[in-house]
């Protein structure tokens, strides 16, 4: 009987046991769970924080593009309009220049056929007065149309009018010219030979009138796949990022380039000089 009793107690300690592990068992998985939980938890959050953050930047940028788009965009109806006013004021000029010129000394050379005419003053005075007011009228004829459409192109084709250019531009502004030209140019079409010598021009003009420049390096090189223009002026240079907006010169150098299909490119900082490059590419084949 007391043996009964006995294995009846151990069985009881044993189960009491067998109990406490349990529930520690129990407590132990309850607190992994809780902590899993909180884990888990976490990282959503700090998924969920980064996603937020992450598409508030995207949307931040795109806003900025999207301004920047806009700018850009109002920059260039800006900068169209002005180059149709450009255009305009182009023509009145031509204008004003015909009636200034040609017309007051064509006025003159009447009078002076008149006088001749009429017997007034002395006639071989007359004559050479005539000669003299003719002279003028071709040169101011042939100045205007210089500007216009210089007939040296025809006439010598693009590398002596570019000669002809620098030789004027040095005369002018006292600033020498290191010109370097080759390969084809006489291959060059009508269009082409048009841009280069505009460009040539402007960056000569804008190096007058605003680089304070000793010396300028113009190279022209006609290759097989590109014809490449660099002007290059040892002046004071400026900031890109600070350009006036009334300027339409470096605009057009970069139309004029672009409708041929090439690139314009504009290196400048403030006491480094400017250099202007553009690369257009060749049309034929097998030409350098
Ligand atoms: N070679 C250069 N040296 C120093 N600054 C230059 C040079 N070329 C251009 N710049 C600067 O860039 C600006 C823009 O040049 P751009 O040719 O477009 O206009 P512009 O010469 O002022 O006027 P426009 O050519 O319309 O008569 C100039 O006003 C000048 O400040
Ligand atoms: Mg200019």
């Known amino acids: 009987m007391a043996s009964a009793t006995s294995i009846e107690h151990i069985e009881e300690r044993l189960l009491r046991e067998h109990h406490a592990r349990l ?33 508030s930047h995207l949307e931040a940028r795109a806003a900025h593009l999207q301004r920047q788009t806009d700018l850009d965009r109002d920059q260039l109806r800006d900068l169209s ?47 050479e007065d005539g000669k003299s007011l003719t002279q003028l009228t071709v040169a101011a004829a ?15 084709g693009l590398g002596p009018a570019i000669e002809w250019q620098t030789r004027e531009f040095t005369k002018r502004c006292g600033i020498l010219v290191h010109l370097q ?21 402007e960056a000569l003009t804008n190096c007058a009138r605003h680089a304070k420049a000793s010396g300028v390096r113009i190279n022209l090189h006609v290759g097989r796949e590109t014809i490449s223009l660099t002007v290059e002026d040892d002046g004071q240079g400026f900031d890109l990022g600070d350009l006036p907006r009334r ?42």
């Open 81 to 127: 309009q002005r180059l149709v006013h450009a255009h305009e004021d182009e023509r009145k000029s031509l204008a004003r220049e015909l009636h200034d010129q040609i017309g007051q000394m064509l006025t003159a050379i009447q009078m002076v056929f008149t006088n001749i005419e009429l017997g007034r003053g002395d006639p071989m005075q007359q004559v």
């Open 23 to 55: 529930e520690e068992s129990l407590v132990r998985l309850d607190d992994a769970l809780t902590g899993t939980l909180a884990t888990t938890l976490l990282i959503g959050l700090l998924i969920t924080a980064l996603t937020v953050w992450r598409v």
């Open 247 to 288: 300027g339409l010169g470096l605009f057009g150098i970069q139309e004029r380039v672009r409708e041929l299909g090439g690139t314009a490119s504009i290196f400048a900082q403030p006491g480094k000089g400017t250099l202007v490059r553009i690369e257009v590419p060749s049309r034929t084949e097998g030409q350098a």
């Open 142 to 156: 042939r100045s205007i149309s210089m500007g216009l459409r210089p007939s040296i192109l025809d006439d010598l």
């Open 181 to 201: 030209m080759d390969g084809h140019l006489e291959s060059l079409s009508e269009a082409e030979t048009i841009c280069f010598y505009r460009v040539v021009q």
